[in-house]
């Protein structure tokens, strides 16, 4: 079965500082990974995938995430944070059943905090 | 392009009642999923339609269900409400059921049952 663990509840950083969401995997297949932002009382907003190639992903608002094999790791990072950023980011993986079908599993969250 | 569009917002309702959530995909979609938003247990999958067909089901009790209408269009009923159901009512929809092919969600249906 697969999962995901996000072991960070809450991350602090400044703005204009680097930050890092942690995220680390476990599938019995190839991993395809995803990043998922919750803005307060709304849905989850895609930011970006891993399914093969290059380890370093890029995503929507300047957040990229690198995945490591060995380590079955999927951090998400930016390289300068914004006060906007501050939301509930998920991190998720997503195994196929073939005619079955596929179903995404997400880490229990991690609260980013940006603080001006 | 419309997003994900699930209705309603909100709902209360008062525990042994039933409850129908809609949820309509991006034009073009034809997988949706669902999905159970709580804090004490997270995100967890309740079931998959393609083509009108459930693909996939997650660990619920029976009295969750669904159907996907000919036009994607897809329902979720829960039947015999319970306290511990409250909960963000999460859809998904992906263009089809390629494992590489990301889900984009609507803003959910809050249910609070009292």
């Known amino acids: 079965a697969q999962s995901v663990a996000q072991p960070e509840d809450q991350v602090n950083v400044a703005e204009g500082n680097p930050l890092t969401v942690k995220c680390t995997y476990s599938?019995?297949?190839?991993?395809?990974l995803f990043w998922y932002v919750q803005y307060p009382n709304r849905g989850l907003q895609f930011l970006l995938k891993?399914?093969?190639?290059?380890?370093l992903v890029k995503g929507s608002y300047g957040f990229e995430a690198e995945f490591n094999k060995s380590q079955t790791s999927f951090h998400l990072k930016k390289p300068s944070a914004l006060v906007s950023d501050s939301a509930l980011y998920f991190c998720?993986?997503?195994?196929?059943?073939?005619?079955?079908?596929?179903?995404?599993?997400f880490g229990g969250g991690t609260r980013l905090m940006v603080k001006p | 392009k419309a997003g994900v569009t699930q209705t309603p917002r909100y709902l209360i309702k008062t525990r042994g009642q039933q409850v129908t959530l809609s949820c309509s995909p991006i034009s073009g979609h034809r997988s949706v999923s669902w999905y159970q938003q709580t804090p004490g247990q997270g995100l967890q999958f309740l079931f998959e339609y393609f083509s009108e067909t459930q693909r996939n089901k997650g660990n619920f009790p029976g009295r969750f269900s669904g159907r996907q209408f000919s036009n994607s269009r897809s329902e979720m009923n829960v039947s015999t409400l319970e306290l511990g159901d409250s909960a963000l009512y999460l859809c998904?929809?992906?263009?089809?059921?390629?494992?590489?092919?990301?889900?984009?969600f609507g803003q959910g249906t809050r249910l609070t049952v009292v």
């Open positions: 998720a993986v997503r195994e196929w059943y073939g005619n079955a079908g596929n179903m995404l599993t």
């Open positions: 599938v019995s297949g190839n991993p395809y």
């Open positions: 891993y399914i093969t190639g290059d380890n």
């Open positions: 998904a929809s992906s263009l089809g059921l390629e494992v590489g092919t990301e889900a984009f």
